[in-house]
């Protein structure tokens, strides 16, 4: 949320016009705006914008800045500057026709309202250097008189308020899904020349190739990389300079639908405690510098993961061949060999390039009932040379977790939907996607993994991609506190104005006491700073550990392999640390930028599939909670993770909305968060990947 909201106001051009209209009009463009502004009351912010135009006293100082503005369909926007700070409220009219993404250059002032309250308000004053270079959306006709018309794209994304002028549709036709290039500055101002056609802006192919467009996905590997790769899968593997664990029983755990199968592990009593292998791809051996491969993962960053398919960060001749832990087939792999004592502690670890053969093809789901006894006879005997092992294995799980419990260490466990398609890839069911044991088991193996390589790596000062996350920023932590309270989260837990990780994992346990957890765990998220990749060593604020990187999956994270390839030649090879200290940075601003387009991709499809799914149930009625409550209306989840919108326009005349128990009342009903209710869906538009409820009775 942008802190001081309030002073955004809707200049009222027609000065007749009735204050309900102008209310009204605000309230759409606020709407449509697509700025989370999850604590705005909408009476507040426009007797504050009232109050701020009628009886404001400027003060004379201005004080310029730059920095990258932020705009919405509402026509006003922020600029956040780029030496840090609060971001500065732009209004409508001031914007100077920078566009979101614009690096620009503003003077800010203070002044002070009626009612004593600072606050700050800037303009626009120069464009230095766009931030976009194309737009996608829809081929829109505007007609005009008895015979005039122009066409003019509607920008898929909420953050651009300008339509932008088509000067050349390139063959396009009114309501397709297109591509075009901007153009700044001329008689239009801001015009585009179309350069791709996704097809009708209401079909599942468009939508699916626009986002991938936008996202800068690339699906296909040139002729080169797929040469080099498919070359290198054929050489045969042998033992010479590795460490020969052929014998020992190592096995993978993974998806029944996986391929890319990056990580075994062994397990084994000692004297001590524990030994934990936990066996990974070489993907290094294949992947070399400055080859055409190595250019490529540099360029990707990561495998992206779609409903219905994986964009893979390597060739499948490897990610899916040669560097794939398949069952019954010698891989090469660097294995981190870590000695753990009775009580999970970490007591040493040992790297080694081997070769390695997996034992099992284990699936999650599959070990989930072997762990719970519910297996059956084909089952049993699949797994019978690993039995006594998974059950050691749930003996040091428990452990581990205990520790991370203790330090703090958050688990958001947040609800992943599985959409289920059919041949012709139509989504035909969605559910809550299960986490069992088994899943858990493997996870914090892989965290003790991460953190004995970084830990190593750092004692023995040598470069490494750090996988950081900073403390929550202060004002967000701030407006965290107040929505916690809001809910009825103990006072007593948010006492600090210097958040700890045990503190906040507390709150999620208070939450999960009183069954709201799923709102207070999305809106603690959005209060943390991202997670990203760094040659600088900081904690790990959400693990609550001191070092912390990336080791487990290099066949779909460039950070992974970037540092196997580090401890390969500086740690194995002797090669001078000094010379992979810029390429750990480099690779570190990659993988972060990879991961970044792989999210927004990833979520926006998975957003389109349901919105699809969705499409040929406009009229039926759904169980369903709600998660989130803004001054137009609030935000409800279904039981399959599916979310929309109920609008104050939907509801009976007479609700209001009070912002400080994030409540929506009359005199006979309300809603707030973690209410259930059944709703019906009115309307679900593909286009803007929105679906729209009413509610039906409270449950």
Same mark, same amino acid.
């Given at each position: ?15 007749? %016009? ?18 989370? !502004? ?141 591509? @075009? ?26 939508? +699916? ?80 510098? %400055? ?13 992206? !993961?779609?409903?219905? =398919? ?48 997996? %034992?099992?093809?284990?699936? !999650? ?31 040091? +799980? ?18 992943? @939907? ?42 023995? =000062? ?13 004002? =967000? ?5 107040? +929505? ?104 570190? @601003? ?69 912002? =400080? ?5 009359? %005199? ?32």
């Amino acid at each position: 949320m942008k802190k001081d909201f309030t002073r955004f106001t809707k200049r009222n051009k027609h000065k007749r %016009r009735d204050k309900d209209a102008a209310r009204r009009e605000l309230l759409r463009a606020v709407r449509e705006s697509g700025v989370a !502004y999850d604590s705005l009351k909408l009476k507040s912010a426009l007797d504050a914008g009232r109050r701020a135009r009628v009886s404001a006293t400027p003060h004379r100082d201005e004080y310029e800045i730059r920095g990258i503005f932020s705009g919405s369909r509402g026509g006003f926007g922020f600029v956040s500057p780029e030496a840090g700070g609060e971001d500065i409220f732009i209004p409508e009219g001031r914007c100077r026709g920078a566009i979101d993404g614009d690096f620009v250059r503003a003077v800010y002032h203070s002044f002070t309202d009626r009612d004593g309250r600072e606050r700050t308000e800037g303009r626009i004053t120069e464009i230095i250097e766009y931030g976009r270079t194309f737009v996608i959306g829809t081929l829109k006709r505007e007609r005009y008189g008895r015979r005039g018309a122009y066409l003019y794209i509607l920008p898929d994304d909420n953050r651009l308020s300008l339509n932008p002028t088509v000067t050349d549709a390139g063959g396009a036709r009114e309501g397709e899904k297109v591509k @075009a290039e901007l153009v700044r500055g001329g008689a239009f101002g801001l015009s585009a020349r179309v350069s791709a056609v996704f097809g009708k802006s209401d079909s599942r192919e468009a939508n +699916y190739a626009a986002i991938l467009e936008e996202a800068g996905i690339v699906t296909e590997f040139s002729d080169a990389e797929l040469s080099e790769a498919d070359a290198l899968s054929r050489e045969p593997v042998t033992v010479d300079g590795r460490a020969d664990l052929t014998s020992e029983i190592i096995f993978t755990i993974d998806g029944e639908g996986a391929k890319d199968l990056d990580d075994a592990v062994s397990l084994t009593r000692t004297a001590d405690g524990y030994r934990l292998g936990v066996h990974i791809a070489d993907v290094s051996h294949y992947v070399r510098e %400055r080859t055409a491969l190595d250019r490529a993962v540099m360029a990707r960053g990561t495998s992206v !993961y779609f409903t219905d =398919k994986v964009v893979p960060m390597l060739p499948r001749a490897l990610s899916n061949g040669a560097c794939s832990l398949g069952a019954g087939e010698k891989k090469y792999a660097l294995s981190a060999v870590i000695s753990l004592s009775a009580e999970g502690e970490i007591l040493s670890l040992e790297l080694l390039e081997s070769v390695i053969v997996s %034992r099992v093809r284990g699936v !999650y789901s599959e070990v989930n009932s072997i762990l719970l006894g519910e297996a059956d006879a084909d089952l049993e005997k699949k797994y019978s040379e690993l039995k006594g092992t998974l059950l050691t294995m749930r003996e040091l +799980y428990e452990k581990l977790k205990a520790k991370s419990d203790a330090r703090g260490a958050m688990d958001f466990d947040a609800d992943e @939907a599985e959409i289920l398609l059919d041949g012709d890839g139509v989504p035909t069911e969605i559910v809550r996607r299960e986490r069992g044991v088994a899943e858990r088991i493997i996870e914090q193996f892989m965290l003790t993994a991460n953190e004995a390589v970084a830990r190593e790596l750092t004692r023995a =000062k040598i470069p490494c991609v750090y996988r950081v996350h900073e403390a929550p920023p202060p004002d =967000k932590f701030s407006e965290f506190v107040s +929505y916690a309270h809001t809910l009825g989260i103990d006072r007593t837990l948010l006492r600090s104005e210097n958040p700890t990780p045990k503190m906040l994992s507390e709150v999620l346990l208070e939450a999960e006491k009183k069954d709201i957890l799923m709102p207070v765990s999305r809106t603690m998220l959005r209060t943390m700073a991202k997670a990203k990749y760094s040659a600088e060593r900081t904690s790990h604020f959400g693990l609550g550990l001191d070092t912390y990187c990336h080791f487990t999956s290099p066949i779909r994270r460039l950070s992974d392999l970037a540092t196997h390839r580090i401890i390969k030649r500086v740690l194995f090879c002797g090669k001078a640390a000094a010379q992979y200290s810029s390429y750990a940075r480099r690779a570190a @601003a990659a993988a972060t930028e990879g991961e970044l387009r792989a999210l927004m991709a990833e979520r926006r499809i998975e957003n389109l599939y349901k919105v699809i799914y969705m499409q040929d149930r406009v009229g039926e009625e759904f169980s369903a909670t709600v998660c989130s409550a803004v001054s137009y209306g609030f935000f409800v989840e279904l039981d399959n993770t599916v979310e929309g919108l109920v609008h104050t326009d939907d509801l009976p005349y007479g609700y209001i909305f009070d912002e =400080k128990t994030l409540t929506h009342r009359s %005199r006979t009903h309300s809603y707030k968060i973690g209410d259930r209710l059944r709703v019906r869906l009115v309307e679900a538009d593909i286009i803007r990947g929105k679906l729209s409820f009413v509610p039906v009775e409270n449950i």
